[in-house]
């Protein structure tokens, strides 16, 4: 706020007088400095105590319904308080304590802003994530993304590695601990009750938040943070672009970037992730990784690690079994969903991209089968393999995310991914045709239905699985194979095959994805290890390798790529021939038009006659498509996502055209 570097001044006795005669008293007006622009005009019915540093008030602030109110101080009780220029301080019913005020804040109507003693401002707090009774806890602080948050809740295999990590946060703690808060500059703080502890940065809002404590809003201007009505919060961090809204209650916290919690929604011992989005419901010791979204009453949230996943209403989970307490967690890997009333019996994992529906108390791991469905069927749970790659569903979520990217900071703390379809997700695939295969061999090709992690896979299940993941493992092959020939520049297959040889280091071997971020486990062990033996000191550094990490994403999917296609297709590409590579992109047209086709005719679906049940009333069945196509905009062929479903089919086929040209001319 750079009040520090402004030069102050005693008051001279004419304004002592005349703060005297407008209601003012101090303890000691020797200890009141103000900047040579002061006027003590607009200071009234004020108390002054401890050492107070006032600017200029020359500002006058144009209110809702047009009302304008000049800056100033008017009935309130300063105790060791800076204020900037430009500030508005008014009926604060106790008193502001230990705090540096920044020019041009508004404060109206609050009950009492205080620092008490030396303060970390919710830094430092430990969040027992994922495992209620301990052992995962995770130190919040101002810079902390998805990918550190993992590193500490899911490495503790590592144990040197977390304490470097801890310790590392626990400087940046001593370092921001202070015995005087801040309160940024453009501020709003109105109709509030009871602030403690806590930092606010600038241009946030505060307007009827009932209790805040021991925590940081990290709000600016690119990004400003909003508290509301009746919110109530307890050692948290706030980043910046969120917004905590209508009775939200939350304790160990921590909030990350352009989050929205509102309508009642109850959290704590949790971590949300950029952009999640919490509504009436609960969380209880959650790791929301990025676009974590749950948005009705009955859903509970408990132990669980989640990202890019929609909680339909109803979802619930269990850690506790009423033996040895609430210890159980699970993993419901990213793009995962649950349905209405769906429950799942912890400790379990669920594959990426998998829906849930029913009831499920087996403890399975379908991990290695992603885009399945698990559905209960008279307490039996079923799995179809590979069945949510031909949904429009996914497809409409993984165009929606990068468009719902509200994060304006422009410093983005967490590293995200939002591909579908990656080294991360194709690897399951792979290793889910060997499942499959494996079932149909031991069992027999012709069985009704297969056993697999206390489930059952129907013969037809287990058949479209095996085409499914076949598909999606061609197009994804092909897109890198594709782009690698498309950024080639190479007029002759001698300069193509010298073109596909890997520069990157890491790429090859299995990945992780460390809550938004995929990486292969290579790289992500070689920055875990510089942490473990100090190459890595400081936390900023830590943050800025997962950084590079990331934006080296499509050198190693490459990396990993070329060794796939030797092993998947037995095609060397640094020797590779024109009919070779000329059958590959064949292969790749025909799975990306294949599964287009399949997305398009479960788009059909929401078409259909039954689809326009309950569509106009008191009609009869023209009428019923009628008003089918006045609230829905359009029919089927018009439809927004199915044209554009259409469009894809014509633009990669247009370029799988060229690329076919593009090689038969070598």
């Given at each position: 706020?750079?009040?520090?570097?402004?030069?102050?001044?005693?008051?001279?006795?004419?304004?002592?007088?005349?703060?005297?005669?407008?209601?003012?008293?101090?303890?000691?007006?020797?200890?009141?400095?103000?900047?040579?622009?002061?006027?003590?005009?607009?200071?009234?019915?004020?108390?002054?105590?401890?050492?107070?540093?006032?600017?200029?008030?020359?500002?006058?602030?144009?209110?809702?319904?047009?009302?304008?109110?000049?800056?100033?101080?008017?009935?309130?009780?300063?105790?060791?308080?800076?204020?900037?220029?430009?500030?508005?301080?008014?009926?604060?019913?106790?008193?502001?304590?230990?705090?540096?005020?920044?020019?041009?804040?508004?404060?109206?109507?609050?009950?009492?802003?205080?620092?008490?003693?030396?303060?970390?401002?919710?830094?430092?707090?430990?969040?027992?994530?994922?495992?209620?009774?301990?052992?995962?806890?995770?130190?919040?602080?101002?810079?902390?993304?998805?990918?550190?948050?993992?590193?500490?809740?899911?490495?503790?295999?590592?144990?040197?590695?977390?304490?470097?990590?801890?310790?590392?946060?626990?400087?940046?703690?001593?370092?921001?601990?202070?015995?005087?808060?801040?309160?940024?500059?453009?501020?709003?703080?109105?109709?509030?009750?009871y602030i403690k502890n806590v930092r606010i940065g600038d241009c946030c809002k505060i307007e009827g938040a009932s209790r805040l404590k021991n925590g940081s809003i990290n709000s600016n201007a690119s990004a400003p943070v909003h508290v509301g009505v009746g919110v109530i919060g307890d050692d948290f961090i706030i980043?910046?672009?969120?917004?905590?809204?209508?009775?939200?209650?939350?304790?160990?916290?921590?909030?990350?970037?352009?989050?929205?919690?509102?309508?009642?929604?109850?959290?704590?011992?949790?971590?949300?992730?950029?952009?999640?989005?919490?509504?009436?419901?609960?969380?209880?010791?959650?790791?929301?990784?990025?676009?974590?979204?749950?948005?009705?009453?009955?859903?509970?949230?408990?132990?669980?690690?989640?990202?890019?996943?929609?909680?339909?209403?109803?979802s619930n989970q269990s850690n506790h079994m009423y033996k040895l307490g609430p210890i159980h967690q699970g993993i419901m890997e990213r793009g995962a969903k649950t349905a209405s009333d769906s429950y799942i019996l912890w400790p379990a994992k669920v594959g990426a991209f998998s829906l849930v529906m029913g009831r499920?108390?087996?403890?399975?791991?379908?991990?290695?089968?992603?885009?399945?469905?698990?559905?209960?069927?008279?307490?039996?749970?079923?799995?179809?393999?590979?069945?949510?790659?031909?949904?429009?569903?996914?497809?409409?979520?993984?165009?929606?995310?990068?468009?719902?990217?509200?994060?304006?900071?422009?410093?983005?703390?967490?590293?995200?991914?939002?591909?579908?379809?990656?080294?991360?997700?194709?690897?399951?695939?792979?290793?889910?045709?060997?499942?499959?295969?494996?079932?149909?061999?031991?069992?027999?090709?012709?069985?009704?239905?297969?056993?697999?992690?206390?489930?059952?896979?129907?013969?037809?299940?287990?058949?479209?699985?095996?085409?499914?993941?076949?598909?999606?493992?061609?197009?994804?092959?092909?897109?890198?194979?594709?782009?690698?020939?498309?950024?080639?520049?190479?007029?002759?297959?001698?300069?193509?095959?010298?073109?596909?040889?890997?520069?990157?280091?890491?790429?090859?071997?299995?990945?992780?994805?460390?809550?938004?971020?995929?990486?292969?486990?290579?790289?992500?062990?070689?920055?875990?290890?510089?942490?473990?033996?100090?190459?890595?000191?400081?936390?900023?550094?830590?943050?800025?390798?997962?950084?590079?990490?990331?934006?080296?994403?499509?050198?190693?999917?490459?990396?990993?790529?070329?060794?796939?296609?030797?092993?998947?297709?037995?095609?060397?590409?640094?020797?590779?021939?024109?009919?070779?590579?000329?059958?590959?992109?064949?292969?790749?047209?025909?799975?990306?038009?294949?599964?287009?086709?399949?997305?398009?005719?479960?788009?059909?679906?929401?078409?259909?006659?039954?689809?326009?049940?309950?569509?106009?009333?008191?009609?009869?069945?023209?009428?019923?498509?009628?008003?089918?196509?006045?609230?829905?905009?359009?029919?089927?062929?018009?439809?927004?996502?199915?044209?554009?479903?259409?469009?894809?089919?014509?633009?990669?086929?247009?370029?799988?055209?060229?690329?076919?040209?593009?090689?038969?001319?070598?």
């Amino acid at each position: 706020m750079n009040n520090t570097m402004m030069n102050y001044r005693k008051l001279t006795a004419v304004e002592i007088e005349t703060l005297k005669a407008q209601r003012c008293d101090a303890s000691d007006w020797n200890e009141i400095e103000v900047t040579d622009a002061f006027s003590p005009e607009y200071v009234h019915y004020v108390r002054f105590s401890g050492s107070i540093r006032m600017g200029a008030f020359g500002k006058e602030f144009c209110l809702a319904g047009g009302i304008r109110k000049h800056s100033g101080i008017r009935y309130a009780t300063l105790h060791n308080v800076t204020v900037g220029d430009d500030c508005c301080i008014e009926n604060v019913k106790n008193y502001i304590a230990n705090y540096a005020i920044g020019s041009g804040t508004f404060i109206e109507n609050v009950d009492i802003i205080l620092t008490d003693g030396v303060s970390s401002f919710g830094n430092g707090v430990e969040v027992s994530v994922l495992s209620e009774t301990g052992g995962r806890e995770v130190m919040i602080f101002d810079r902390l993304t998805a990918q550190t948050a993992y590193a500490m809740a899911l490495y503790r295999h590592r144990p040197e590695m977390v304490a470097r990590l801890r310790g590392m946060i626990s400087e940046y703690v001593d370092k921001v601990s202070s015995s005087t808060g801040t309160i940024g500059r453009n501020v709003v703080i109105v109709d509030s009750g009871y602030i403690k502890n806590v930092r606010i940065g600038d241009c946030c809002k505060i307007e009827g938040a009932s209790r805040l404590k021991n925590g940081s809003i990290n709000s600016n201007a690119s990004a400003p943070v909003h508290v509301g009505v009746g919110v109530i919060g307890d050692d948290f961090i706030i980043s910046s672009g969120s917004s905590v809204e209508d009775g939200v209650t939350f304790s160990r916290c921590f909030i990350g970037q352009a989050c929205r919690l509102g309508h009642n929604y109850s959290a704590s011992d949790s971590l949300f992730f950029g952009n999640c989005q919490g509504e009436n419901g609960e969380a209880c010791a959650i790791f929301a990784g990025p676009f974590t979204v749950t948005h009705h009453k009955s859903t509970l949230l408990i132990a669980g690690m989640f990202s890019f996943m929609n909680a339909g209403s109803g979802s619930n989970q269990s850690n506790h079994m009423y033996k040895l307490g609430p210890i159980h967690q699970g993993i419901m890997e990213r793009g995962a969903k649950t349905a209405s009333d769906s429950y799942i019996l912890w400790p379990a994992k669920v594959g990426a991209f998998s829906l849930v529906m029913g009831r499920h108390v087996s403890h399975q791991d379908t991990s290695d089968l992603p885009f399945s469905y698990l559905i209960e069927q008279q307490n039996t749970s079923f799995i179809m393999p590979g069945a949510n790659l031909k949904s429009v569903g996914t497809i409409r979520d993984a165009r929606k995310w990068p468009v719902r990217d509200k994060r304006t900071d422009p410093e983005r703390l967490d590293q995200i991914n939002f591909n579908l379809l990656s080294p991360y997700t194709i690897q399951k695939m792979l290793n889910g045709v060997e499942i499959l295969k494996n079932l149909q061999q031991v069992s027999g090709v012709n069985s009704d239905a297969y056993t697999y992690q206390s489930g059952k896979i129907k013969n037809s299940s287990l058949k479209n699985g095996l085409k499914y993941y076949g598909m999606a493992i061609d197009k994804f092959l092909g897109n890198s194979l594709i782009t690698r020939i498309q950024n080639s520049g190479a007029s002759s297959i001698e300069e193509l095959r010298a073109a596909f040889i890997p520069k990157s280091e890491y790429g090859e071997g299995n990945w992780v994805d460390l809550s938004g971020m995929i990486a292969p486990k290579k790289a992500v062990s070689a920055l875990l290890n510089d942490i473990q033996t100090g190459v890595l000191d400081d936390i900023n550094k830590v943050n800025d390798r997962f950084a590079s990490i990331h934006a080296s994403y499509y050198d190693y999917e490459w990396k990993w790529a070329y060794r796939v296609i030797k092993e998947y297709y037995g095609t060397d590409l640094s020797s590779v021939g024109k009919d070779t590579l000329i059958a590959l992109v064949e292969r790749w047209k025909k799975s990306v038009v294949g599964l287009d086709n399949l997305i398009y005719e479960d788009a059909r679906k929401e078409f259909s006659l039954s689809a326009m049940t309950s569509f106009g009333a008191d009609g009869d069945e023209n009428v019923r498509k009628e008003d089918f196509m006045q609230v829905r905009g359009s029919f089927f062929e018009a439809d927004p996502f199915v044209t554009s479903v259409k469009d894809h089919i014509r633009i990669k086929t247009e370029l799988g055209d060229n690329i076919l040209s593009l090689l038969k001319s070598f």
